[in-house]
Structure formats: structure tokens, C-alpha cells
């Protein structure tokens, strides 16, 4: 990297120093005397001048500079981003004379440029028009982008690459680059705002520079581009753009063979005489980025440390950097007993709290009522925040409008091949969001609150000692009305784990907390016990072999100015040879298809659908380039398959544990009505009252007595006919409805119905071993047919047995509520 930059997560940084590329698009002009399409070299020099006054420190062309040029620029501390012109505007990938011609232009372009202090990065095209990839296909130009990428690389390894992509052409994926850059005209606040957001979420884990944006002082009056101008500064800096290019430095402008007279962009005119927008310019361009907010209120950081002696110094220490001006640091010491409090004590900008060890969301509460600011956030030991991460956050609190606001966690570069496998590897931490702006969830170690309305919701549930707390917050915020908004640039650096063992134990961990949660919020998880997300996932790797692929929206024609590319929701089935239910089924039929007489191989299908799925995931990692080795693809993948079987036995395991311990009565204590089949079973009860009493208090009364049983209770959220279901064991679920018929006066009759089905896992488990035993009669095996018949009983009975005791069990809950209320029992009608 010539100007000695690299990127680090969201932004550009010289060392350990962030850099903003704060720049002006310089060009195309008129070719002068020396032959090239730039100013003569004095008025060039006389440019650069002004150029520092304004503030500028980066300048992007649209031709290649020259040496000359980029040599004035190293002496005026200029940096360039150095356009590569191309045939872009026609059918290129139609002929191959015409991409030889290409390869020859970029290899030219580099040769010149490489080894310069001021060059800070290649263009490798600008806004190929949406008819041209719409005319070749998408993938087909993204390769030729990745091949012009690497052709690049190759001769300047060390350089910065990226593309000026537009929003015709958003769908571009562009993995490649080293950061994504965008031209976008949006002149309205609102409009520019949200997109804005959009951008940040397609850039990824990469820095976002805006290209080009500007406004034409013909049309909006210098005063208008001004404020045109002043509106999108604020705004891109605000919501964590790396960067951005003014269009344009000048008025004078030569294309298509041209001068251009009707359009006036510049900062400057033709002449060099500054414009209202000039200042306005200056004005970001000469202070520290990002701004701070017009007011900042106090934020309470809460740091919640057990045994962290390992990383605890390296968090401390960046959280005693942070550029902002209001803020305190409360470390909750949760009982360690190795170095953490030694660490803790060096540090005397802290206010430390220690206490007996009493699990993560006590820890998070105690430091919830210490903290004196109006907002608290929370970050985890083992994280290295970015000096700007409060700032952002609270920019975030002011744009959305949320009572909470989340930031993304990035893995920090490794030197090391496990932690490097561990960090794109499936179950880490990260983001879930419905729109660009708003999150489902925000993971708990980069997450806000205000802290009033945190405090009312009665702050974290303490029966999360580890992991699930963040996510029991997040959907309790939901539930009481509020929403959540994302911040993008609000990063921090988020320690993966570094070996094998530390990552299954932290997959055994999230198997339990997805448990807990679970028992919670049983609405929004799967029949698996899967959290079902509304919302997209980031930052985590997908390990479906069928994803399903994405469809491109591009308007009538061709003709749409946004054009998007969208993924189809995933479905159970995407994920599914990674669950343990499917791998069950497959080991199975793996040894149940020899004794079936079906073949090996045949029987092995479901086995070797995982093992595929799970190698071409691991191909697809994005892992350090460091380590793209077999050994790495190998690792990964075992982690890909190992890692969602560990979590999920884990949450079964927890599951079983947490539903309690209390015994159903052995008497039964309800009459059948009737039997649609032999595991379905619906049963009733009549209760009398000539005292008023309504059906809600019954209903409440049960409840409160099936909860201090430790029974497992979801009341419906008002789309579902029944009133609430209930949950003792993994086999069944009793579903019950109710309705009061009025018979004058006080008088009524409080008619319940008790339904009793097969939860979603037995039904699952069931359809499994039906299928796998249909194959093995079909096969005329009766060794494999006795054999399959065995599990198949023990299901059966399992699942009677259960539904059994849940009827007796709430049956008998009914009469007692009954007679504490004073209600005669009535026959069924």
C-alpha cells in the first residue's frame, strides 16, 4: 500500500491513526500541452494550493494520473484514488479484442502509478450501466471486476482496490475489493438518509466512501448547493461513511469530446473562485470527524468481567481512548479469581464494583444501577472498541429515534490458523436486522439502552448467567412496543475463540441459553428449537447447500433507478443437513440400509448431503487470505458441521432439564369426549357460577398455579383461537380454550376444552422413523423391520404416556382453581 493505508473493519486507518479520505473528484478536463487530460502543471499546483485550504486531502480522477501529477500530490499531501478508464459503456465481454484491450489499459495504469506515496487506491471501473449488465449477466461481469482485481494485485500487491458502483447497479456483489465505494444523487434529507443506511449494510464488515455526490449550482442557486451540500456531509459522516468525494472540485469539466457549460458541480467555478459551498466544505473538511452531536448526553459503559485477565487490559485500555466527551466506565468484577482485578486496578478512570460471582445479567444490572448516565452501554471483556464506538452510538440514539441502538462485532485479524477458522465459522455473535435501519437483535457485547426505559422493563433477566440475555432483552423490548435501531459504524473488535475446544464450549453454552430463551419465548422459535428470526442474520456464515438464489428487481425494461438484489427468506430445509435431527435420520439409514438389503451407498445419501454441505460452506468461508489452505478448508468445515450438533444436543439436553421436576398426579381426572387418533386426544370441562365470575380470572388462576410447578406456559399473543398452551416435557403440548355462555344476571357456564397434540420435535422424530421404516418393509427385510420396530414402541408409548400425565395433571389445576373459586363442576353438554 503506496500512501501506507489499510482498512480495518468500517474504516481506513495509518498505523494506529484512523484516516477520513475527505476529497473532490479532480477531472476529466481538456488535454493540455503535456499531452494528458489534466490542468497544465501550474494551474494544477495553483488547485492543490486551494485545495489544502479547503481541507481536502484525497482527490479522485476519472483518467489515469500521470507521474508528474502524483508526485505534486505527495508534495501537497494530497492522496489519489486513481481512475482506470475503460470501455464500460459498451458490450465488452462480447469480444474478446476489446477485454484484451482492458487488460492492457488497467496493467498500464498500474505500471505507472505503483510505488507512489500519494497513490492511495485503483478504480477498478466506474459505473457500468445497468443495460450492459443486464446484456452479459451479473456473475459474468463481476467476474471480469475480479479479474481486472486481481490483475491489479498482481502487480501491485500491496495496493487498495475498490468500484464506483450507483444504484442501478446496487446488485453488483463485489466481494473483492478492498472497500465499496458509491455515487449517489439523492437530494432529499430523508430519502438520502436511508439509503444511506442500506449502503452501510451492503458494504458489509468494509469501509463505505460515497464516490461522488454533489449538487448543480445552475439549477439549485449556489445557496441550494450549499445546503445540499452541508445536508449530505453531515449525514455521511454522522452515520459512519469512511469517506467522501465532493463532485466536484470545478466548474470546468471536458467530456465526450466537449466542454460542458450547462452544468456547474464545482465547489469552484472555472475560474477558481469559491462558492458558498466552498466554506461549507471547509467546514467538515477541517474538523475532527466524525462530529460529535449537537448535544451529548452522559453514557454509562458497563463492562461485566469474569476470569478475562487474558484481554481485559487490551478492552480497558481502548475504552480510556474514546473521543467523546461525556461518558463514564463501570467494570462489574463478577467474582474472578485469576488476574482480572489486578488489571482492573491499574486503571483509575474506572469505577469498579466487585462482587461474589452471580452470572453475566447481574452483573449487567448491577452495573445498570451504578450508571448515571442517560444512556447505558454494555461491551464485553474480551472486546477492543473503536475510539469513535460512543459516538456513533449516540448519532444512532438521535437518527432512529430507538430506545435502544446496536452496533456490529467485528473479529479482529488473527495470526493464527484456528482463531482465523473460528471467526468465519457458523454461532457467533452478531446482528439480526429487519430493515436496514432497524435490528431484531443486537448482540450483547455492542448494545445501548436508555437507560430509564431499560430500568421500567426491570433490566436482565438474572437467570442468564452466560449467554441469552441479549436476546431475552431484545425481543422483551419488542414486546413492550419498542424498537431497535443499528448504528453500522458503532464497531467493535470482538475476540473470536481460539481453539477447538473453547469454540464447541461456547456452542454448549449458547445450546443452553437458546434453552432458557426458549421457555420464554416459545412463538419465535421453529419445531427444531431454533430461534426463527424475522429478520436477516449478518456477519454470521451460511451453511445451507441450498441457499436459493437471489433475484435481481430492475423495473420495467431494465429502466428502474434502484435496482436491488434480493434473497429469498431461508426455510427449514436450507439448514437442515446441519441440524441433529436430519444427522440422526442419516446415521439411521447408514446402518439400518445393510441389514435392509437397500446398499451402502443409497443409505449413506442423508450422510453425505451433510458432509457436501458442510465442504462447500467451508470452500465459500471468507477467511483470511492467509489461511486458504486444504488445512484451513478442512478445519472449517469440521467446525460447520461439529458446531450446530454440539449446540443442539446442548439445547435438547437443557431443554428436558429446565421443564422441572414436579410429578403429575397418577389419578386421572378428566373424561375423553372423543378420539380422532390415538395420540390426539380432546378433553372437557363445565364449572357453574351464579357469582359473575369471568373466564380471565380462571384462566389467570391456572396459569399462576402451572408456572410455580415449573410447567412451561405460552400465552397466545392474540392471532391464535386458544388462550394458552402448556408444556411438560419434550413430546406434547396441551392446548386449552375456553368460553363463558350468559344465562341472565350473574349467572354463567365456563365451558374448557382441553387439546391435547404432539409437539413439533415428536412429530418430527416420528415422521422420521415412519419414513425410515416404510423403506425397510419395502425392502423385505425382517431382521431391519423388527429392529426399526423397537424405537417406534418406545416413541409411542413415550408420547401417550406424556400426554397422559399432562391431562391429569392440568385437569385436577382446573378443579382446584374451580373450587377456590367457588365453582360447581357441570356435566359436558
Known amino acids: 500500500m503506496s500512501a501506507g493505508i489499510r482498512t480495518a473493519g468500517k474504516f481506513f486507518v495509518r498505523g494506529e491513526a484512523k484516516v477520513y479520505p475527505k476529497g473532490v473528484s479532480y477531472g476529466p478536463f481538456k488535454e493540455a500541452s503535456h499531452g494528458r487530460q489534466f490542468p497544465e502543471k501550474e494551474q494544477v499546483v495553483r488547485d492543490f494550493a486551494l485545495m489544502r485550504e479547503l481541507g481536502v486531502n484525497c482527490l479522485r480522477t476519472y483518467t489515469s494520473p500521470p507521474a508528474w501529477l502524483l508526485e505534486l500530490a505527495e508534495q501537497w499531501n494530497l492522496l489519489v484514488m486513481a481512475g482506470i478508464p475503460w470501455a464500460e459503456h459498451v458490450t465488452f465481454l462480447d469480444s474478446k479484442a476489446v477485454q484484451k484491450e482492458i487488460r492492457i489499459a488497467v496493467t498500464a495504469v498500474v505500471e505507472e502509478c505503483k510505488g507512489y506515496n500519494s497513490l492511495f487506491c485503483y478504480m477498478v471501473g466506474n459505473e457500468i450501466p445497468s443495460d450492459i449488465i443486464r446484456w452479459h449477466g451479473a456473475e459474468k461481469v463481476q467476474n471480469f471486476l475480479r479479474e481486472l482485481t486481481e490483475l491489479i494485485r498482481g502487480s501491485d500487491p500491496d495496493a487498495l482496490v475498490s468500484y464506483a458502483n450507483f444504484p442501478s447497479t446496487e446488485y453488483l456483489e463485489l466481494d473483492f475489493v478492498d472497500f465499496h465505494c458509491f455515487n449517489v444523487y439523492l437530494h432529499r434529507q430523508e430519502v438520502f438518509q436511508k439509503y444511506l443506511g442500506r449502503l452501510q449494510n451492503l458494504a458489509g464488515n468494509k469501509p463505505l466512501v460515497l464516490s461522488e455526490f454533489g449538487a448543480d449550482s445552475i439549477r439549485e442557486g449556489v445557496e441550494g448547493q450549499a445546503h445540499i451540500l452541508d445536508q449530505k456531509l453531515r449525514t455521511s459522516f454522522e452515520m459512519g461513511a469512511a469517506g467522501t468525494v465532493v463532485f466536484a472540485w470545478t466548474d470546468e469539466w471536458f467530456t465526450g469530446g ?219 423490548l419488542q414486546d413492550a412496543g419498542h424498537s431497535i435501531g443499528f448504528s453500522p459504524s458503532a464497531q467493535v473488535w470482538h475476540f473470536r475463540r481460539n481453539t477447538v475446544k473453547d469454540y464447541f464450549n461456547q456452542q454448549r453454552g449458547y445450546g443452553k441459553a437458546e434453552a432458557m430463551v426458549y421457555y420464554k419465548h416459545p412463538e419465535r422459535f421453529n419445531l427444531l428449537g431454533q430461534a426463527r428470526w424475522l429478520g436477516r442474520i449478518y456477519g454470521d456464515l451460511s451453511t445451507s447447500l441450498l441457499p436459493g438464489k437471489p433475484f435481481i428487481y430492475s423495473g420495467v425494461f431494465g429502466m428502474a433507478p434502484f435496482q436491488s438484489l434480493y434473497q429469498r427468506p431461508a426455510s427449514l430445509w436450507t439448514y437442515l443437513p446441519q441440524t441433529l435431527e436430519w444427522n440422526v435420520f442419516g446415521l439411521a439409514m447408514l446402518v439400518l440400509s445393510p441389514l435392509a438389503g437397500v446398499g451402502l451407498l443409497l443409505g449413506a445419501i442423508p450422510v453425505l448431503i451433510t458432509l457436501g454441505s458442510s465442504l462447500i460452506s467451508a470452500w465459500r468461508a471468507p477467511v483470511d487470505p492467509r489461511f486458504t489452505g486444504l488445512r484451513s478448508r478442512l478445519l472449517i468445515s469440521y467446525l460447520i458441521l461439529g458446531g450446530p450438533l454440539v449446540r443442539s444436543i446442548e439445547r435438547y439436553k437443557w431443554r428436558r432439564k429446565l421443564l422441572g421436576k414436579e410429578g403429575a398426579p397418577s389419578r386421572q381426572s378428566a373424561t375423553p369426549l372423543r378420539t380422532r387418533f390415538p395420540l390426539q386426544r380432546t378433553y372437557g370441562l363445565n364449572f357453574w357460577s351464579d357469582k359473575g365470575i369471568e373466564r380471565d380470572i380462571i384462566l389467570k388462576d391456572v396459569i399462576n398455579q402451572l408456572q410455580e410447578k415449573k410447567y412451561f406456559v405460552n400465552i397466545q399473543n392474540g392471532w391464535e383461537r386458544w388462550d394458552f398452551r402448556v408444556q411438560q416435557g419434550l413430546w406434547a403440548w396441551c392446548y386449552v380454550y375456553t368460553a363463558t355462555e350468559i344465562h341472565g344476571g350473574y349467572e354463567r357456564l365456563h365451558r374448557l376444552k382441553l387439546k391435547l397434540r404432539l409437539s413439533g420435535l415428536a412429530q418430527i422424530l416420528f415422521a422420521m422413523w415412519a419414513v425410515l421404516f416404510v423403506i425397510v418393509i419395502a425392502c423385505k427385510s425382517v431382521i431391519a423391520a423388527l429392529l426399526m420396530a423397537i424405537p417406534g414402541i418406545a416413541l409411542l408409548w413415550a408420547f401417550r404416556s406424556q400426554m397422559s400425565c399432562m391431562a391429569t395433571a392440568l385437569g385436577d389445576m382446573v378443579k382446584i382453581s374451580a373450587k377456590k373459586l367457588d365453582l360447581t363442576p357441570a356435566p359436558p353438554k
Request: proline share 8%; hydrophobic share 40%.
Open 258 to 476: 466537449h466542454a460542458i457549460t450547462d452544468w456547474a458541480f464545482g465547489v469552484v467555478s472555472a475560474e477558481r473562485q469559491p462558492k458558498p459551498a466552498f466554506d461549507v466544505v471547509k467546514r467538515y473538511y477541517q474538523e475532527p470527524l466524525p462530529p460529535l452531536p449537537a448535544e451529548c448526553p452522559k453514557v454509562s459503559v458497563v463492562v461485566c468481567a469474569y476470569n478475562a485477565d487474558r484481554t481485559i487490559d487490551t478492552c480497558l485500555a481502548a475504552l480510556e481512548t474514546v473521543r467523546y466527551p461525556n461518558y463514564e466506565v463501570i467494570v462489574v468484577n463478577d467474582g474472578s479469581n485469576d488476574g482480572t482485578l489486578d488489571i482492573c486496578r491499574k486503571y483509575p478512570y474506572i469505577r469498579l464494583i466487585c462482587q461474589e460471582n452471580k452470572g453475566l445479567s447481574v452483573a449487567r444490572n448491577v452495573g445498570l444501577e451504578a450508571a448515571t448516565g442517560e444512556i447505558v452501554a454494555y461491551t464485553d471483556a474480551d472486546c477492543d472498541v473503536d475510539p469513535d464506538w460512543i459516538t456513533y452510538l449516540v448519532h444512532g440514539f438521535r437518527i432512529t429515534g430507538e430506545v435502544a441502538v446496536g452496533g456490529p462485532n467485528l473479529p479482529p485479524p488473527e495470526d493464527s490458523l484456528v482463531p482465523s477458522a473460528v471467526a468465519v465459522s457458523p454461532g457467533g455473535p452478531t446482528h439480526v436486522l429487519i430493515d436496514d435501519m432497524e435490528a431484531e437483535h443486537i448482540a450483547g457485547c455492542n448494545m445501548a439502552f436508555k437507560a430509564d426505559v431499560l430500568r421500567d422493563l426491570g433490566g436482565f433477566d438474572a437467570q442468564y448467567r452466560a449467554a441469552g440475555d441479549d436476546v431475552d432483552i431484545c425481543w422483551r
